[in-house]
């Protein structure tokens, strides 16, 4: 038997996390763009050997968080690191909440998926539309250009870097962890241990939702502002409503309204009636599909009304798609009071709304003539 020492095997490959080093620029339209070729996007396939792609990959994201992070801090958010209170070289989550939680009338929670970093919705639209059109800077910008009185605070949950790199003292995703150099270019990644590289109390998905809302909203957020819920994919978008029908009693009259984006959770799944009652009234969910954005759809048994976010294949990129309709519809909750959502009947085949059933004399029921 044969065998090649770690010293003769290809070098793992090595990428600088340098917007100009990597070949791209911002251009003037916030988009990521080719030196060579300022009409080229991100080209993720350079190489036939898929490790060199994921690490210039990884080195371009790297880019990407820096450029986001550094704009959301300067549009006035702040890092709060989780458990509340740890020094930055302690395993830590990274949140970001904004500085006028406690004076807020109303908070926004976003909860994402677990495949993306803090701060991104989808690094898909990054690369192809722009570096906010991708990004939490959307929501921002959304909500500062509409409020200008500062009644509206920010909290933005961190589902994907659960993660902690001991070495390098941060926390990360899979994807990142996978992506972390290696002794050679053919080695396994490191391994993972379940205890060493988790953070207490953000142990999993389920744990970073159950501690952000109870160590955050309850104590950061002022007493009597109102909460809208933002949960994305099969990560925000089941483990939020999971959380809050397992909590009802402690979160109802708190929550004001919640958007889901492609949940997967059906409603009678949920255990407690007064929050199912509460997802019919105040909710909305927003699914892949090709009609136009705001087409009301197949509710799909998802207990509140659904609509169409006009992205037909990729969840991540729900949210950036239905944005406007989402804080609109938040603020309509807010502002007319008693709001109710009226469930919405389709039309069938022949393009016709069946009308409500009722009863006879006898209690059948029966269409109404």
Not at 41 to 59: C, G, L, P, T, W
Not at 103 to 131: C, M, N, T
Request: glycine share 8%; charged share 25%.
């Amino acid at each position: 038997m044969f065998r090649r020492l770690s010293n003769s095997l290809p070098e793992d490959p090595k990428f600088s996390a340098d917007l100009e080093a990597l070949g791209y620029y911002v251009n003037e339209k916030d988009q990521i763009r080719s030196i060579a070729n300022p009409d080229q996007e991100f080209n993720y396939f350079i190489s036939k050997n898929e490790r060199v792609n994921d690490m210039q990959r990884e080195a371009m994201n790297t880019c990407i968080r820096e450029i986001v992070l550094s704009r959301l801090t300067a549009s006035g958010l702040s890092i709060l690191r989780l458990p509340i209170g740890t020094p930055a070289t302690e395993p830590h989550i990274p949140i970001l909440t904004s500085t006028n939680l406690a004076s807020a009338k109303r908070a926004i929670v976003f909860f994402g998926e677990a495949v993306q970093d803090l701060g991104i919705f989808a690094y898909r639209i990054i690369g192809q539309k722009a570096i906010a059109a991708g990004s939490a800077i959307e929501l921002v910008l959304a909500l500062q250009t509409s409020i200008n009185d500062n009644s509206v605070g920010i909290i933005l949950a961190n589902m994907g870097q659960l993660i902690w790199h001991r070495r390098g003292k941060r926390a990360m995703t899979h994807v990142s962890w996978q992506s972390l150099p290696r002794k050679t270019a053919v080695a396994g990644p490191m391994r993972l241990d379940m205890v060493k590289n988790c953070v207490p109390g953000n142990e999993s998905m389920e744990a970073h939702v159950k501690y952000l809302f109870e160590e955050v909203v309850e104590k950061m957020i002022g007493k009597g502002a109102a909460i809208d819920v933002i949960g994305i994919g099969n990560d925000g978008a089941n483990d939020v409503p999971t959380y809050l029908d397992r909590n009802w009693n402690q979160w109802k009259g708190k929550v004001q309204a919640i958007v889901l984006g492609q949940p997967q959770t059906l409603v009678k799944q949920y255990d407690n009636e007064e929050f199912v009652e509460f997802l019919g009234r105040r909710g909305r969910a927003y699914l892949l599909s090709k009609e136009p954005l705001d087409t009301p759809l197949e509710d799909g048994e998802y207990g509140c009304n659904c609509y169409s976010a006009s992205e037909p294949l990729y969840t991540e990129c729900i949210m950036s798609a239905a944005l406007e309709r989402i804080l609109q519809f938040f603020a309509l909750v807010d502002t007319v009071p008693g709001y109710e959502e009226i469930k919405v009947m389709l039309p069938n085949s022949a393009g016709l709304v069946a009308p409500e059933a009722e009863d006879d004399e006898d209690g059948k029921s029966v269409i109404g003539e």
